[in-house]
């Protein structure tokens, strides 16, 4: 599963990088500004691997897992 960590700020998309890194996530890319959402913010794409023995929900298959 991706998600994306985010804030106004690097400083901020930071912090909620280092916080998803807490959780078992693991960086993608680097952090980088995205100016396509207005007013501009950082990102960053998160991974975590899906659990084996989770059973997959609508909202999985509908990402394509």
């Known amino acids: 599963m991706r998600v994306i960590a985010k804030g106004r700020t690097q400083a901020e998309c ?3 990088v280092a916080l998803k890194e807490k959780r078992g ?5 680097e952090i980088k500004m995205d ?7 950082y990102v960053c794409v998160m991974e975590k691997p899906d659990d084996p023995r989770g059973q997959k929900n609508k909202f999985n ?3 394509g897992y």
């Open 61 to 63: 298959q509908y990402l």
């Open 35 to 41: 100016d396509t959402w207005i007013p501009a913010r």
């Open 14 to 16: 930071q912090k909620d």
């Open 25 to 29: 996530w693991q960086p993608l890319s």
